[in-house]
């Protein structure tokens, strides 16, 4: 089960939605991240943000202006776990209000953020300890025909993804 996001301006909200156990419900809730990257994309805040967050790079320089991004949800959105035994999903413009949020919260935040200037996104789920159990979701970005991983959860520099994964899937672009 998890708390599917509802826009609302104060507290928790949001309506409960059983999704299925194990890896299927891993993909329901990847999909549902996806729903929210690409609604929020086109979301005059988030695309304001983004705007503002790489005014003082470089114009069309791609790697300055999605590092801009990437460090500003790694240095400003605290890494903070879902309510115990559901699984939650925040809406990106929360989650800037709130300033924190899980794995998927950043990377939704994270996605809207780069595709409402330009940049694809991939979500990309893995597993660390069980081949075929999904632990941890992080984003790619295409840059110049390369997909760039993005951990925005770690103190790490753009392009850096966790190691050693014995379960790992990419979204099909």
């Known amino acids: 089960m998890f708390l599917a996001p509802i826009p609302d301006p104060g507290g ?27 609604a929020y994309k086109t979301d005059i805040e988030i695309r304001t943000t983004a705007a503002n967050l ?6 069309k320089n791609d790697l300055a202006e999605v590092e801009a991004l990437f460090n ?5 959105i605290r890494y ?3 309510v115990h035994a559901v699984e939650t999903l925040t809406t990106p413009d929360r989650t ?11 990377v939704v935040l994270l996605g809207s953020l780069l595709e409402s200037i330009g940049y694809p996104t ?21 840059i110049q025909n390369q997909w760039v991983d993005m ?8 392009g850096f ?6 379960a790992y899937w990419t979204e099909p672009v």
């Open 12 to 38: 928790l909200s949001g309506r409960l939605v059983d999704i299925p156990n194990g890896a299927a419900g891993v993909f329901t809730t990847a999909a549902a991240m996806r729903q929210l990257i690409n």
């Open 54 to 59: 790489v005014f003082l790079t470089p114009e």
């Open 72 to 76: 500003f949800v790694r240095d400003n």
């Open 80 to 82: 903070l776990k879902d």
């Open 96 to 106: 800037l209000q709130l300033g924190y949020g899980d794995c998927d919260d950043q």
């Open 122 to 142: 991939k979500i990309v789920l893995t597993g660390y300890g069980d081949p075929g159990i999904f632990e941890h979701v992080y984003l790619q970005t295409l």
């Open 151 to 158: 951990d925005p959860t770690e103190q790490i520099p753009l």
């Open 161 to 166: 993804a966790p190691p050693d994964p014995v």
